[in-house]
């Protein structure tokens, strides 16, 4: 007997090859085969079966339609070079003849299949709004902000006012909010295109990781 299975082949963290297969073995054992793909790159190592059909039309059908709605000829995720058409093949696939609960590019274990071999796992809608809550109270913590902020520090900055008091500060644009002053000029002065702003002097020198 004669199977007809859709697959997606893939590269472990890499990129992905959807496609259709005819083969006499269970789909489960056609192991060695991933692909018709002419990328000589694209080195899959495993291979997911989407899904089996009754005919090689349906399975034509269903490729197209995952073809389309994933740009596998313009997704770089994908090694797929062209989509495919039945334009090609003996098969027209009749207008409307694929949707709703037939339609794969719709069905939830269709795209978690597909979602484990680009990532590795599978990501259900659940888990992606647990992660984008983590993601919006992680960057809410003033801790992590300043983490954040201390990393993107280039110099330690040596102010002078002008009643000659000194202030040693990485964090400057803050500290010329907090006195008024205008940090772009402050920055000229410490690289010695100024002399003075308002009187203020600065020298900057830069940060090693040993200070942050």
């Not at 269970?26 to 899959?44: N, V």
């Amino acid at each position: 007997m004669k199977h007809f299975y859709l697959y997606y082949s893939y590269e472990e963290y890499g990129r992905g090859y959807i496609g259709k297969r005819e083969c006499w073995c269970l789909p489960e054992k056609d192991i060695k085969y991933f692909g018709s793909f002419s990328d000589k790159t694209f080195r899959p190592t495993k291979k997911i079966i989407l899904e089996e059909f009754d005919s090689v039309e349906e399975a034509l059908e269903a490729e197209c339609v995952l073809h389309n709605f994933y740009e596998v000829d313009k997704n770089p995720h994908f090694a797929n070079k062209a989509r495919q058409t039945s334009k090609k093949f003996y098969y027209v696939s009749p207008l409307g003849s694929i949707s709703g609960d037939k339609n794969p590019s719709k069905r939830p274990e269709v795209k978690e299949k597909i979602a484990k071999g680009n990532r590795g796992k599978i990501r259900t809608a659940e888990h992606r709004k647990k992660m984008s809550e983590y993601r919006k109270g992680r960057l809410k913590n003033e801790e992590h902000k300043k983490k954040i902020k201390l990393s993107n520090c280039r110099y330690i900055y040596t102010l002078i006012s002008p009643q000659g008091q000194i202030t040693e500060t990485i964090f400057y644009t803050d500290f010329c909010k907090e006195h008024n002053l205008n940090f772009r000029k402050i920055n000229e002065v410490a690289r010695g295109i100024r002399l003075h702003h308002k009187k203020w002097k600065a020298l900057r020198y830069p940060i090693s990781k040993g200070d942050k």
